[in-house]
């Protein structure tokens, strides 16, 4: 059974402050997405990263898959209040054969940002 | 491009009654659908998912059902509703694996009390 874990589940930064959340998962997959959920909203797609190496960037949020480590890190820069919300990590096997592209999510991580 | 569609957007229920939720996608077609349940709390569980018109998996044994009557419309339903089953239901698609796009879109949401 493939199982999703997130660190920290709870995250307070202070804006202009660095930081990671980590996401390690418990089987073979090659595909691991990102979601930002707000408050009371839907999920919001972030990134998709394929490969082993695979490094995506996107403002002050980068994401990095390492297959063999089976491990995938959300590095935030410099963060700023609009930031603050739940991210997800999400594993998911390839569509077709008996996988359909289902995804396992992780906890969540809740980011507040604080001035 | 394309979009997707919930509804209804909120709904309170009494305990034992019937349940309908309606997702449809627009702008693709032979999508994957994906319905995900998130409890108060954080975890998204992946319920049920359908590859094509008719065809639907149950990912856990539940109080629900789901059908897939067209190619772009994914209904989730239930015969009487259970305090158990409030929660955030959130529809999903994937596009057609034949296009080699990995990304899975969420739709915004239904917000489910039973009472």
């Known amino acids: 059974e493939l199982k999703v874990e997130q660190n920290p589940l709870f995250l307070s930064m202070q804006e202009g402050k660095n930081y990671t959340i980590y996401c390690n998962y418990s089987?073979?997959?090659?595909?691991l997405y990102w979601y930002r959920q707000d408050p009371g909203k839907s999920l919001e797609s972030l990134f998709v990263?394929?490969?082993?190496?695979a490094v995506k960037q996107e403002g002050r949020l980068m994401a990095s898959l390492d297959t063999k480590a089976r491990l995938s890190t959300l590095h935030i820069t410099a963060a700023v209040h609009d930031l603050s919300a739940t991210y997800f990590c999400?594993?998911?096997?390839?569509?077709?054969?008996?996988?359909?592209?289902?995804?396992?999510f992780g906890q969540g991580t809740i980011l507040t940002v604080h001035p | 491009s394309q979009t997707i569609h919930q509804w209804p957007a909120t709904l309170v229920q009494p305990v034992g009654s019937p349940l309908s939720l309606e997702c449809t996608v627009e702008?693709?077609?032979?999508?994957?659908l994906y319905w995900y349940r998130q409890a108060a709390g954080r975890g998204l569980q992946l319920l049920f998912y359908s590859v094509g018109i008719g065809q639907i998996s149950s990912e856990v044994p539940q109080n629900l059902s789901a059908s897939r009557p067209q190619d772009r419309q994914f209904i989730l339903s239930s015969k009487k509703l259970l305090l158990s089953d409030s929660g955030f239901y959130l529809c999903a698609w994937r596009a057609d694996p034949g296009t080699g796009v990995h990304e899975q879109y969420f739709g915004p949401g239904t917000r489910l009390t039973v009472t």
């Open positions: 089987t073979t997959s090659d595909r």
């Open positions: 702008g693709t077609s032979n999508p994957n």
């Open positions: 999400a594993v998911g096997r390839p569509a077709g054969g008996t996988s359909y592209g289902k995804l396992t």
């Open positions: 990263l394929l490969s082993n190496g």
